[in-house]
């Protein structure tokens, strides 16, 4: 026998017997023609023994990213591009618009006086605000105004669209499913045939109505989204304040609130988990790996995220990922706030998550 080591396409490796495989290639040829292929040559990068992710460990500096945005603003108006949005590439994953195999992420800029046309998917998105004020999204006939910090939801199939009425430039992280989406073959899209939707409740109405730890009598929910579309900011700074008073700090993530949807107290998005943490100052984690491919955008404070033996420095409007089951230790050298995202709730809810917290 003559056995080698090979690397497989998915880059797995394998034992193979070279004169025993030279002598199945004919029959390999003829099966390929009636489109049959042999599982045993890839079955072993078909189910792994653990997660594999084809993404890579990446950061991106905000004073690195934003020259980009402000150059895109000189070279296409919102109205051109429709959303001016500069994608989040993962550097194992380039050219398919993933931060990680299932998420998308991107930073959309918008100018005093745009408008970024009303339009309505399947796929889910969520808006975390970077940078400015007084521009507005309106989601399902409602219109919230966004400030850093917030955290901004675009329920599956209702249109949406965006202003600035602001002096100054607005940035915001979009974070989408449309990978989980496209995975299934699941995609409708429509314009709204008309720049901005018609809007038929007060701004503010969804927070009053669902927000408040109330829910009105007889409330029936418009869809598996959280309805309270705004999250401020104010409100989810205070939450982790007061609890950091309260109790301890989870050994690997600090002080970690999940964003929940009020009628359910599941995720707030039926695909994507959202969080927000506090990470002391001097606070110093112990490891944790999850199945949940991450992104983490800083709001506040500076400190070190080590990722397998990948070291980054995160400053306020850093943005890193974590891939699936990468170890990850943090260490705050100011009180940090983190938002983060993951695909966590969709693993959840198909009986695939794992997470270990520690050395093992
Ligand atoms: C989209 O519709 C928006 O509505 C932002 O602001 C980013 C990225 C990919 C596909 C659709 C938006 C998007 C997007």
Redesign the pocket.
């Known amino acids: 026998m003559n056995m080698d080591v090979a690397t497989t396409d998915e880059g797995f490796v394998e034992t193979v017997d070279r004169e025993a495989e030279a002598a199945r290639s004919p029959f390999y040829g003829r099966a390929q023609a009636l489109n049959l292929a042999p599982l045993w040559r890839v079955l072993g990068g078909l189910v792994t023994e653990e997660p594999k992710s084809p993404a890579v460990p990446a950061h991106w500096a905000y004073a690195d990213v934003r020259p980009y945005l402000m150059e895109a603003c000189d070279i296409i108006s919102t109205e051109e591009a429709?959303?001016r949005?500069l994608?989040f590439e993962n550097p194992g994953l380039p050219g398919q618009?993933r931060i990680t195999p299932s998420l998308?992420a991107?930073y959309?800029i918008i100018l005093p006086g745009e408008v970024?046309p009303a339009?309505r998917?399947i796929?889910s998105?969520l808006?975390f605000i970077i940078e400015g004020k007084d521009a507005y999204?309106a989601v399902a006939g409602e219109k919230t105004m966004m400030e850093p910090g917030d955290f901004v939801i675009?329920p599956s199939w209702t249109w949406?669209?965006?202003g600035n009425e602001s002096d100054g430039p607005m940035v915001w992280l979009?974070g989408?499913d449309?990978h989980i989406v496209n995975l299934l073959s699941a995609s409708f899209?429509e314009g709204y045939g008309g720049k901005v939707q018609e809007l038929h409740r007060p701004e503010g109405a969804a927070l009053a109505e669902t927000g408040c730890n109330m829910l009105p009598e007889g409330y029936v929910p418009p869809s598996q989204s959280s309805p309270i579309f705004n999250y401020p900011y104010r409100r989810t700074r205070d939450a982790l304040d007061q609890v950091s008073r309260t109790r301890n700090p989870d050994p690997c993530h600090g002080h970690k609130m999940n964003y929940i949807n009020p009628v359910t107290g599941g995720p707030a998005m039926p695909t994507i988990t959202t969080a927000m943490q506090l990470l002391p100052k001097g606070f110093s984690s112990q490891p944790y790996r999850s199945t949940a491919g991450t992104i983490f955008s800083v709001v506040e404070g500076r400190g070190r995220v080590r990722i397998g033996d990948v070291k980054f420095d995160f400053a306020p409007q850093s943005l890193f990922v974590v891939p699936s089951w990468w170890p990850m230790t943090f260490e705050a050298a100011e009180d940090a706030i983190l938002f983060s995202y993951s695909d966590r709730v969709v693993q959840e809810k198909l009986d695939f998550f794992r997470e270990r917290r520690g050395n093992d």
Request: hydrophobic share 35%; aromatic share 4%; proline share 0%.
């Open positions: 429709e959303r949005v994608v618009s998308f991107g959309q970024a339009h998917h796929a998105a808006r999204t675009t949406h669209d965006h979009d989408l449309m899209r």
